[in-house]
């Protein structure tokens, strides 16, 4: 069973930076799309970024394009999502996410547990 294990968020002021890490356990990832959303109080979850495991292809959401940058180890089997710049907006909960389309086109999600990051002003 795929497990994620999120850490390194936490509280800073405006400007600051964060790194936050995604341990990926229990399945081959060669072939799955690494991802980060978050979660802000009374909001829906939302995209943040995304790389493929195999290719290092990412995508990235308007509202981060330039701060966020997502990377992976492949030999640590770990997501990196390096945050600069950071604003108060950017306060939520930060989930890590790992998707796989099998050879019938089904999708498959797994999440881990999330990660608190909190800017202040």
């Known amino acids: 069973q795929v497990q994620l294990v999120e850490s390194g968020g936490g509280l800073v002021q405006a400007g600051d930076s964060l790194r936050l890490s995604c341990a990926a356990s229990g399945g081959t990832f060669r072939d799955y799309t690494m991802g980060w959303f978050r979660q802000a109080p009374g909001k829906e979850r939302e995209f943040v970024a995304t790389i493929s495991w195999s290719g290092g292809v990412t995508r990235y959401a308007d509202s981060v394009k330039g701060r966020f940058t997502i990377s992976r180890d492949t030999a640590k089997n770990t997501v990196y999502l390096e945050m600069n710049s950071l604003k108060p907006e950017d306060t939520a909960v930060y989930y890590c996410?790992?998707?796989?389309?099998?050879?019938?086109?089904?999708?498959?999600?797994?999440w881990g547990l999330g990660t608190q990051v909190t800017v202040s002003s």
């Open positions: 996410n790992a998707n796989f389309l099998n050879g019938l086109g089904q999708r498959f999600d797994y």
